[in-house]
């Protein structure tokens, strides 16, 4: 939680980055309370990369490959964000998992988004575990980080049902549609100070 009027992001993307882009889309209105300071891929060939150069965003490409530990790797992520005033991470479609260690750098100010009613299904395939499972509903939550993977606690969740013609990529594209929304207002209640969390669950204070 912040109390400064805009909270400064540093989005963490390992692919084709739509949900950093409807963070940037997000983020360019003139109420939003957070702006992104940059934008770091563990990867060269991101995908996103473009959407936040379009934008004008700062890169930091940290390639795990270049790195023999992940305990370097991550001591050259924290350096490189440590170039920018940082108040909060979000992970968006970050695909590595984070170490306790990087973790507690950061209490209660990493949020990560999951395409799935967490605390069901966690970890990867989801969409394919949950037409082969016969769901009637699926969604996204997004969440804070902690150690143990997709298990912090739940800031927003959007829901969509699932059909009975879905393919793992019809739902997955269902629900990124609502991730786009899902993300930016978890954002915005971070950034207005509205998130308390207790234990693994999360208050949202009224206005
Ligand atoms: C999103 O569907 C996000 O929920 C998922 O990766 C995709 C990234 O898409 N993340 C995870 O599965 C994390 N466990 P994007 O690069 O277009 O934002």
Redesign the pocket.
């Known amino acids: 939680m912040t109390d400064r009027k805009t909270t400064r992001i540093a989005v963490l993307?390992s692919?084709?980055?739509?949900?950093?882009r409807a963070l940037i889309d997000a983020c360019a209105a003139p109420d939003f309370p957070a702006e992104i300071v940059c934008v770091l891929s563990n990867k060269p060939d991101a995908g996103?990369i473009a959407h936040a150069e379009k934008a004008g965003i700062p890169v930091e490409i940290v390639w795990q490959k270049d790195y023999t530990s992940k305990a370097e790797f991550e001591s050259a992520m924290l350096a490189a964000l440590g170039q920018y005033p940082v108040d909060l991470i979000c992970l968006?479609?970050f695909?590595r998992i984070l170490s306790p260690n990087f973790i507690a750098r950061w209490p209660d100010r990493i949020l990560?988004?999951?395409?799935s009613l967490l605390p069901d299904y966690k970890g990867l395939d989801?969409h394919e575990r949950v037409v082969a499972d016969k769901c009637a509903e699926s969604g996204?939550s997004v969440h804070f980080v902690v150690p143990e993977t997709?298990a912090g606690p739940v800031i927003v969740q959007e829901r969509v049902p699932v059909l009975p013609d879905d393919t793992p990529d019809t739902l997955?594209a269902r629900i990124?549609a609502r991730?786009h929304v899902a993300y930016p207002k978890a954002v915005r209640l971070f950034a207005e100070g509205k998130l308390l969390v207790r234990g693994n669950s999360v208050a949202i204070q009224e206005d």
């Open positions: 993307i692919g084709r980055g739509s949900n950093l996103g968006a479609g695909m990560n988004i999951h395409p989801v996204c997709d997955a990124l991730e």
